[in-house]
T-cell receptor, first 112, second 114 residues
Framework: NAGVTQTPKFRVLKTGQSMTLLCAQDMNHEYMYWYRQDPGMGLRLIHY???????AKGEVPDGYNVSRLKKQNFLLGLESAAPSQTSVYFC???????????FGEGSRLTVL | AQSVSQHNHHVILSEAASLELGCNYSYGGTVNLFWYVQYPGQHLQLLLK??????LVKGIKGFEAEFIKSKFSFNLRKPSVQWSDTAEYFC????????????FGSGTQVVVTP
């Protein structure tokens, strides 16, 4: 059972480039999330989805877009990367109504 | 808006010492409470959770946490730490009406020396 899988795990971008992070879960969870982790700031919610075809903004959504075309996948896009988006990105999923999150292994993004 | 505060940012202690990490939250309604752990180079894993019932909850690896509603606290404890407990620990909360949004504290880095 793979759980939550993120790709890629590492990526280096130049300012202004675009990229997409892919998250896939095989637990049939309704909810999916994208967090970013920065030193001393814990995890901050970027966007989340409560079901296929629906997305919502979290705490720090600016500069990111998301899509949930299939229940098992949640994509995070950066249209024009900025150095401030250098971070470790974690995808997570959960069942409805629990808040107990299952995390992927993270994607380390560096924007030069 | 709900918030979570972890009082200790860095904790260094020796093996066999006792550990207590503080967590306070601000939310007026019903909450679910969690402690997650992140070992070096790994993703976050659930350590323990409180939804309702006995306010003293036990998790994996000998950890426990006590929910004190009057103090809005959910402190994590372990009587005797091991070197393998070196990790970053995150307290997290979500509230009724926002079950899909978990609010994390800033984390506490714990280093256990042999």
């Amino acid at each position: 059972n793979a759980g939550v899988t993120q790709t890629p795990k590492f990526r280096v971008l130049k300012t202004g480039q675009s990229m997409t992070l892919l998250c896939a879960q095989d637990m049939n969870h309704e909810y999916m999330y994208w967090y970013r982790q920065d030193p001393g700031m814990g995890l901050r919610l970027i966007h989340y989805s409560v079901g296929e075809g629906t997305t919502a903004k979290g705490e720090v959504p600016d500069g990111y877009n998301v899509s949930r075309l299939k229940k098992q996948n949640f994509l995070l896009g950066l249209e024009s990367a900025a150095p401030s988006q250098t971070s470790v990105y974690f995808c997570a999923s959960s069942r409805v109504g629990t808040g107990e999150l299952f995390f992927g292994e993270g994607s380390r993004l560096t924007v030069l | 808006a709900q918030s979570v505060s972890q009082h200790n940012h860095h904790v260094i202690l020796s093996e066999a010492a006792s550990l207590e990490l503080g967590c306070n939250y601000s939310y007026g309604g019903t909450v679910n409470l969690f402690w997650y752990v992140q070992y070096p180079g790994q993703h976050l894993q659930l350590l323990l959770k409180y939804f309702s019932g006995d306010p003293l909850v036990k998790g994996i690896k000998g950890f426990e946490a006590e929910f004190i509603k009057s103090k809005f606290s959910f402190n994590l404890r372990k009587p005797s730490v091991q070197w393998s407990d070196t990790a970053e620990y995150f307290c997290a909360v979500n509230g009724q009406g926002s079950w899909g949004k978990l609010q994390f504290g800033s984390g506490t880095q714990v280093v256990v020396t042999p």
